[in-house]
């Protein structure tokens, strides 16, 4: 970076010249967006619930300006929303509209290399910009991949994945983000790198700093480049559906593939009410026969796993009908898929989505409660999840602006009130920061705030997501 100028008079650096200007010198005049029409797509959400306000959007290519940006940012009292492909569902990659403190969006969309994989230690150092869909691309070649999947596969990018502890689809078979977290490069809010760097699958010398990071949803550090585990691809994989008359029959279904001797590489559920919602967009019907559940298991096995699914199917009551297709069966994956674009297209205000987990004995009452809330306040639920994992999507669709306060509280009361957790995969972000206490100890939250105050004392680092 250049050195600032010095203004002849006081002999001192001029710290007047615009913000925008200072930030192009370090990141190139052309990678700085101050006008209104070109930082829109960087100040409203995926959801279209969030639109922010800042007074640049910043597009740096490396971690060393990325801590140039920081530490002008923290020398000039500027607040900083980290923002990867916006695909975040709670609001938190964008800035709030009525801060107190101008902010700059730091976005990661250059920031896009790829190190050579190591396929001995099943491992590749990416930069945070990098997505899903290009880490599996490059890993594919060398028949390996990412463990973690996600519908938003294409715009998602590892530096908001681990900063979300993003889960997907095949967290139950290979874990979440920070499962798969070796090592971390990250900016902190003083403008400091921090590189925590080593394949090692052990390492205990002191805290888990990289785990730390996972899930800090950019109010911690500014991630730069992750280095992450890679896994074998799956071989030859059976895909079913099956129409199912209760939440029980799906977690029987997968106790009973399991005990079959078939790996589970995915476990999901939809509603009635979400297939025919995409239908209706389009994606064909997975069965013919209606039912209040279906059930998407993706499993791998030996070479008749198709037989022993079917076996399996045969002796399991409470499947309605069923569809079995070898992998990696795309038509019936499209069914799960198209639910979170499908509901976005459908609904006239803003969708209210709630992303929840309960423990998996609570799951069928969970589901029939949440299910009856908006019911009785006359808006369109549609439920859907990581059966597995007893995390539910609880998307709320027509709310009224007015409700959306009471209906969140009442769908969080509930998940409360089984032991689970208001946040299973997206984060807190805007949308849950009034919840955050529940759930957690009041010492648990001064643990997490004092954390928060020592890494960012001056509360620069994206100010109004995870607390208040
Ligand atoms: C169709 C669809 C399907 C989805 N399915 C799933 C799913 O199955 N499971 C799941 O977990 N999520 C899912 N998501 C949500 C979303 O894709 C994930 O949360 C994802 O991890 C966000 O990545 P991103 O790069 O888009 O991050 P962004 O949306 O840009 O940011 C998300 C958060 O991370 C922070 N952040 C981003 N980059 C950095 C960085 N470099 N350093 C520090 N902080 C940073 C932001 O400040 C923000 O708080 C889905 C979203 C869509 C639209």
Request: proline share 5%.
């Amino acid at each position: 970076m250049a050195p600032d100028p010095v203004d002849s008079a006081s002999g001192r650096p001029d710290v007047s010249r615009s913000l925008s200007e200072r930030l192009g010198e370090i990141v190139g005049s052309s990678h700085v967006l101050t006008d209104a029409d070109a930082m829109a797509g960087y100040l409203t959400d995926w959801t279209g619930r969030w639109t922010g306000s800042a007074v640049a959007v910043v597009r740096p290519l490396t971690a060393d300006e990325v801590a140039a940006v920081v530490g002008l940012c923290a020398d000039e009292g500027i607040a900083i929303c980290p923002q990867g492909g916006n695909t975040g569902l709670v609001g938190g990659s964008i800035p709030p509209a009525d801060a107190s403190t101008p902010a700059i969006v730091l976005s990661t969309a250059r920031m896009t290399d790829i190190d050579e994989i190591d396929t001995v230690g099943r491992s590749v150092g990416v930069q945070a910009g990098v997505t899903l869909a290009a880490l599996d691309a490059r890993a594919s070649s060398a028949g390996l991949r990412f463990g973690v999947d996600l519908a938003s596969r294409e715009s998602a990018t590892l530096g908001g994945m681990v900063a979300t502890n993003a889960g997907g689809t095949r967290m139950i078979r290979h874990g979440n983000t920070r499962s798969q977290l070796l090592g971390i490069e990250a900016v902190r809010a003083d403008g400091q790198i921090l590189r925590r760097w080593r394949s090692l699958v052990k390492d205990n010398v002191g805290y888990d700093v990289p785990g730390l990071l996972a899930g800090s949803e950019g109010t911690l550090a500014v991630i730069t480049r992750v280095l992450v585990r890679l896994v074998p691809t799956t071989g030859a994989t059976v895909v079913f559906v099956a129409a199912i008359d209760d939440v029980s029959v799906a977690l029987a279904l997968i106790d009973a593939v399991s005990d079959a001797g078939l790996t589970t590489e995915a476990a999901e559920i939809m509603t009635q009410a979400g297939v025919d919602l995409v239908h209706d967009h389009g994606v064909r019907r997975p069965v013919s026969s209606p039912a209040q559940f279906y059930v998407l298991l993706e499993v791998s096995g030996p070479h008749d796993a198709e037989d022993v699914v079917l076996q399996v199917l045969d002796g399991q009551p409470g499947v309605v009908d069923a569809v079995v297709e070898p992998g990696p069966a795309r038509d019936l994956w499209l069914v799960r898929e198209s639910h979170t674009e499908s509901i976005a297209r459908s609904t006239t205000t803003p969708v209210v989505k709630l992303d929840v987990s309960v423990p998996l004995r609570a799951l069928p009452a969970a589901f029939a409660e949440l299910a009856a809330i908006a019911d009785d306040d006359d808006c369109r639920p549609i439920l859907f999840g990581h059966v597995g994992d007893g995390n539910i999507h609880v998307n709320l669709l027509d709310v009224a602006e007015e409700s959306v306060e009471s209906l969140t509280d009442r769908v969080f009361r509930v998940v409360s009130a089984h032991g689970g957790s208001i946040s299973a995969e997206h984060g807190i972000g805007r949308a849950k920061v009034a919840w955050t206490g529940l759930g957690r100890s009041a010492v648990d939250l001064d643990t997490m705030k004092a954390i928060k105050t020592a890494l960012d004392p001056a509360g620069l680092l994206n100010p109004g997501v995870l607390f208040e």
